[in-house]
C-alpha cells in the first residue's frame, strides 16, 4: 500500500500570517498522524516564509511517523538535515524565489554533485529521494548517485488530469519502470489531490510514499483535518 506523508508547510503559512502560534504547527503534526497518516512531510526555504528551521528541529521528537525533509541542498539545508536526522530527506532543485517546486533534477548535468550529498545523508543513516521529472534517461543518472529513492514531480500530470486527458499518467508509468528495474524506490508528489491522485496510484506501479500537502491543506478547510485524511487514505487503498 502507498503511505501518505502529508506536508504541512501550509499551516506554517497560515501560522505565519499572524506572527503568533496559531495554528499550532506541532499539535496539527501530532493529530495529522493521530487520524492516520504515515508520514509528515516540510520543506523549509531558505526564506522560511513558511516552515522554518527552528520548526524542524521543533518537529523531530513529535513526528513518530516517517520524518521527511525536502529541500535544495544548500550547506544550510544539509547541516539541519544532518542535525535534525529525519527517516528521508529530498532533494529538490528549487531557486530561492521560487514560489514553489518547479523543476525536478537533471541528474546527468548536477550527477557528481548528487553523488557527493546522497552519500553523506546515507552515511548518516537517512534516507534519500531525488525530486524528477519522469524522464527515463535523468532516472538513470539518479540509479548513478546511489539514491534509495526518486520522487516523481507529479504537475504535469495533474495539470492534464484536470483537463480531461488521463494520458498524462504514461512517462509516470515508463519513468516508474525504469526505477523498478534499477532498483530505486518510487515516491510521488505536488499537486496530487482527491481527485486524481487514486488514478494515478493505480496506474505508476510500486508508489511507496505520496507527499500531499496543496490540495490536503485547502480541502480541508471544508471536509476538516480527520475527514480528508481519512478521505486521502481511502484513495491509496
Ligand atoms: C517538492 C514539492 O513538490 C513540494 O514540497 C512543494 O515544493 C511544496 O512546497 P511549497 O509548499 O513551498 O509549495
Ligand atoms: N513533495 C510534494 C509535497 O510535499 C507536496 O506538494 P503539494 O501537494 O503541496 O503540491
Redesign the pocket.
Known amino acids: 500500500m502507498t503511505k501518505l506523508s502529508v506536508?504541512i508547510?501550509?499551516i506554517a503559512t497560515l501560522r505565519n500570517a499572524r506572527g503568533g502560534n496559531v495554528p499550532d504547527l506541532l499539535k496539527a503534526a501530532i493529530d495529522i498522524q493521530n487520524f492516520g497518516a504515515q508520514g509528515i512531510?516540510i520543506?523549509p526555504?531558505p526564506d522560511q516564509r513558511?516552515i522554518r528551521y527552528i520548526d524542524a528541529i521543533q518537529l523531530r521528537p513529535v513526528v513518530n511517523t516517517e520524518f521527511n525533509i525536502?529541500g535544495n541542498p544548500i550547506p544550510e539545508f544539509i547541516d539541519l538535515v544532518l542535525r535534525i536526522k529525519p527517516e528521508q530527506v529530498?532533494l529538490?532543485p528549487?531557486a530561492v524565489d521560487a514560489?514553489?517546486?518547479n523543476a525536478g533534477w537533471d541528474t546527468k548535468t548536477h550527477g557528481s554533485f548528487l553523488k557527493e550529498v546522497v552519500e553523506e545523508f546515507k552515511r548518516n543513516g537517512i534516507r534519500t529521494s531525488i525530486?524528477m521529472d519522469p524522464v527515463v534517461s535523468l532516472i538513470e543518472g539518479a540509479a548513478a548517485t546511489g539514491t534509495d529513492r526518486i520522487?516523481l514531480?507529479t504537475e504535469s500530470y495533474a495539470v492534464e488530469f484536470e483537463k480531461g486527458n488521463k494520458r498524462g499518467v504514461l512517462p509516470y508509468v515508463k519513468a516508474a519502470k525504469k526505477a523498478g528495474e534499477l532498483s530505486l524506490g518510487i515516491n510521488a508528489?505536488?499537486d496530487l489531490n482527491l481527485e486524481n491522485l487514486n488514478y494515478f496510484v493505480n496506474e505508476v506501479p510500486g508508489v511507496l510514499e505520496v507527499?500531499i500537502?496543496?490540495a490536503l491543506i485547502a480541502e480541508a478547510l471544508y471536509f476538516g483535518l480527520q475527514n480528508v485524511v481519512s478521505m486521502y487514505l481511502e484513495k491509496l487503498k
Request: aromatic fraction near 10%; proline fraction near 0%.
Open positions: 506536508n508547510n501550509k512531510t520543506h526555504r513558511h525536502e529530498t529538490v528549487d514560489i514553489t517546486s525530486f520522487e514531480y508528489g505536488h507527499s500537502g496543496h
